[in-house]
């Protein structure tokens, strides 16, 4: 008969190690910038932002490090240290976006009335903003040509670039492969990528000047239009819808591709229902992105469009102002000098926070067509 010789009782060890609760990296945190503004005052006398946010991620991190080492050992320490510093980094790059975002909101939330958005700057004098700033008339003027102008350049630019990027993109994936007009048009692109935009305004502006002294010797200042601004945003839109384009088309995997060539589906047809579908999202993200990028260009228009105070629907005739050629030209000229000018500041800011909406709203409708037209995913 076997016995127990063993007649310790023993504890099952624990198959998890100690850890700090969940709240206490947020009561650190907290702790450490309480901290940081004391040491603020005690050595500088008086708060500083950025002295305080040094300290209090000096402190935050080293209080951690300590805390956590002594608690969950080294490791996790470390662990919890880089954590920390991943976080911070988020933190202050955030910053400045909605330092941003709260001063256009706030600035030109507080301007923005149904007037600024119905008219125009015609007919606009110093008078009546010197009779706002003395309290005894409301904000006179208006950007609605530049709303008009800025939507009408834009969409003129998708035209041209959205067409051109993505079927340059669908052939350096699908059809170029490794010859040398693909290395080509791949080198291009990544010049294109790099033209500073006030070059791809000149060249606009060029191209048309010298169409239109062909045409039409004697009228001078004819090649300042919104197609020609449209086409200058054209030469900075298409590179970057080529490059997301590319990219994405890359991420569809192979196998798709070869399933539908295995059941005799031509190439093109293969491109067309199987890869863009597959791929319509990344694709569609990524002309938002390059819309984004040209929508709050200023100097290509001020060299190709000029500036109106007036209404043109015109793309073809005329000059036409956008939201950012407004507030540039609104803070640089104002309607009138001296403590009046906070008028045209105002207005500007108004402008500001429109464009910041269409963008906001671009993103919105982008994210709502990819998701509607995304491939349906089934059992």
């Not at 935050?60 to 240290?81: C, I, P, Q, W």
């Not at 003129?156 to 669908?170: F, K």
């Not at 048309?208 to 197609?227: C, Q, R, V, Y």
């Not at 507030?327 to 207005?347: H, W």
Request: hydrophobic fraction near 55%; proline fraction near 5%.
């Amino acid at each position: 008969m076997l016995t127990n010789t063993n007649n310790s009782t023993t504890s099952p060890r624990s198959l998890t190690s100690k850890q700090l609760p969940p709240a206490t990296p947020w009561v650190i945190a907290v702790a450490s910038i309480i901290v940081a503004i004391i040491i603020g005052f005690v050595i500088f006398g008086g708060f500083n932002i950025p002295v305080v946010a040094v300290l209090a991620g000096l402190i935050n991190m080293v209080a951690v490090f300590v805390l956590s080492a002594s608690y969950e050992g080294r490791r996790k320490a470390t662990d919890r240290v880089a954590t920390t510093v991943v976080t911070s980094a988020f933190v202050l790059a955030c910053v400045p976006l909605i330092s941003l975002l709260w001063l256009t909101v706030s600035k030109g939330g507080a301007a923005i009335n149904g007037d600024l958005l119905s008219r125009t700057m015609l007919g606009m004098k110093g008078v009546l903003d010197q009779q706002y700033v003395a309290g005894e008339a409301t904000l006179a003027g208006g950007f609605y040509h530049a709303i008009v102008g800025t939507v009408l350049i834009t969409i003129a630019a998708c035209i041209i670039s959205i067409p051109i990027g993505v079927l340059t993109a669908i052939y350096l994936v699908e059809y170029a492969g490794k010859n040398r007009l693909g290395k080509a048009i791949t080198f291009l692109v990544d010049v294109m990528t790099g033209i500073p935009s006030i070059v791809a305004g000149l060249f606009a502006f060029a191209l048309f000047s010298t169409i239109a002294n062909l045409i039409m010797p004697e009228a001078a200042g004819i090649a300042k239009t919104g197609f020609t601004a449209a086409v200058a945003l054209s030469v900075l839109m298409i590179p970057i819808v080529v490059r997301n384009t590319e990219e994405i088309l890359r991420l569809v995997p192979m196998d798709l591709r070869e399933a539908s060539y295995a059941l005799g589906v031509p190439k093109w047809k293969t491109i067309v229902k199987i890869v863009l579908p597959t791929s319509v999202s990344g694709i569609l993200s990524g002309i938002t992105i390059a819309i984004a990028r040209v929508i709050g260009e200023t100097a290509p228009i001020m060299v190709t469009a000029g500036f109106a105070k007036t209404l043109n629907w015109n793309l073809f005739s005329g000059w036409m102002s956008t939201l950012p050629t407004y507030i540039y030209d609104s803070q640089l000229r104002p309607v009138s000098p001296g403590d009046a000018a906070i008028a045209s500041s105002e207005r500007a800011w108004a402008a500001a926070l429109v464009l910041v909406t269409l963008v906001m709203v671009l993103n919105l409708l982008a994210r709502v067509i990819a998701k509607v037209l995304a491939p349906k995913t089934g059992r």
